[in-house]
C-alpha cells in the first residue's frame, strides 16, 4: 500500500521511475539522473529522514547495465524503510551522483563503493579510498576480481626494497574455506571445498576456481 | 713487601657480599626480567593481549608489564591481530624503530599465517616482513598462551650470546 503511493509520488518527480523487486521494505528503481530529486523528495516530502545505507551491486561481467547504486532509507517517524536502486551508464567507469549534499552520512558509504567497485561519485567532496591503499590499482569486490587477489608491489618503496615483501595473491589451497551444515561441532569446521590441491599438490591445470 | 694498596687481591671483608658470573648470565637475566612490549593491536587478538594485561593474568608477574607506545622504549613487538598490506609497512616501520636488542611474538592465526583471511587485503604471515621469534596459535590465543609466549621468549632470551653481540653491533 505504501509502496503504491510512494510510486506515485516519485513518479511525479520521475516519471520512469518504476517498482523494483523486493523481499521486504519498498524498492524503486529510477534514472540516474533524476536519483538526488528523487531522494531528496523522499527525504524532503516522505520523511525519509535517515540514511541507513549506501552502497553499490555489480550485476556481473557480462551484464549491461553492470552496476547499479543502492541508497536504503529509514523514516524516524514512522519505522519504515525504503531502497531506491539507480543503474549506471558506463560498464567500465561507472558514474553517479553523490548524495552527500543531502546525507553526510553518505560519504563514507560513497567512499567505499568507489573503493571496491570502482563506482565514481560526481561531487563527492573527498571521493578517496577508504579501505585499500590509495596506490592500489584494483576495485576488489568487482564480480571479476579473484578472492586470492593479485601480485602487486607493497605501497611503501623503502619497505618494499628492504623486505623484498610484495603483496601476493593469496594461498588459496582448495578455498575457499566453508563451514558445512552439522548437528555435530566438529564437522562444522571450515574446510576447503577441494582438498586435492594444497601447497604440495599444485592444482590440476585448467581446474576453474569455484 | 707490604702493600697499603687492599682493594687489589683477596679481601676476606667482602667475602660473601661479592658474586662471580659471566657477563652474559647477568645481561641476560636482566633483559628477560624486563621485556617491554610494544603492543601493536590490530585486531581481535588485541583484546586478549588486553586481558594478559589485566589483573585476572596479570603479565607483570614475567616483567612485561609496561606496555609501551613508543617503539623506542619497547624490547619486543607483540603483534596482535590481522596485519593488512595497507598496515604492514607501518608495523615494519615501527619495528625499525624499536632499539636493539629486540625481538617479535606472532600472536595468533592472523599475524602468525594470515589465519582465515586468504584474501587479497591480507599479508599471509607477518614474518613476511619482521622477523618472528616466537609464534602463537589461537584465535584468538588465550592470554595463558601469550604469558607460556613470553616465557618461551625469555628462555631465548636467556641463551643469547648477549656480550658478544654487543660488540658485533
Ligand atoms: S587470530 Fe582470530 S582473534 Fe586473532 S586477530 Fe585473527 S581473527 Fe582475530
Redesign the pocket.
Known sequence: MIAQELLAALQGVAPQTSERPSADCPAFNCPLDSLIPVLRALRDNHGYDMLVDATGLDNGVESSPRFTVLYHLLSTATHSYARIAADCADDETPLAPSAVELWPAAEWHERECFDLLGIKYENHPDLRRILMWDEYPHHPLRKDFPLAGHEEDLWDQEISDETGTKVISAPMMGGPFVAKSSKFENEREPRAKDESWNEKNPKPEGQSRK | MVSSNTDIGYNSKVEGGVIVSKADAVINWIRTNSLWPMPMG????AIELMAAGASKFDIARFGAEVMRFSPRQSDVMIV???VTYKMAPVVRRIYDQMAAPKWAIAM????SSG??YRSYATMQGVDRIIPVDVYVS???PRPEALLDALIKLQDKVGTEASTSNLLKA
Open positions: 590490530l585486531a581481535c587478538c596482535a591481530g590481522t595468533g592465526a592472523c599475524a589465519g582465515m589461537g584465535c584468538p
